[in-house]
């Protein structure tokens, strides 16, 4: 049975459409993936982050791309945060942001 991916809202959904042409790929593959396989496809594709929040790990010639998600009852994934890599580390802002939408979106 396949998986279905939402986006928190249209602004997150813009945002990653948006990022460059090599990245995006990335992103568009293993989203692909997800859906006819299920979310837990594990390095290099995806990672756990804790507490039900996880991470596309897109990377294309012009850097590396992340966009969280969770997963919802009845095979569901929501990307809820997207960005480009610039540091080592992800920033604390963006999984705070990540973290927030995840529980607006989980009962």
Known sequence: ???TIEFYNEAVKGEILEWPAGIRAS???I???MTDTGPNLGMPYTRAMGDGLF???AKGQEGIGRAMFCTLVGRRVVVLHGF???TE???AKDLDT???RMKEVRP
């Open 27 to 29: 992103f568009i593959r």
């Open 55 to 57: 991470e596309i790990r």
């Open 31 to 33: 989203a692909e993936r």
């Open 89 to 91: 580390q992800t920033p």
């Open 1 to 3: 049975m396949s998986y």
């Open 84 to 86: 480009i890599k610039k």
């Open 98 to 100: 990540a973290r927030r």
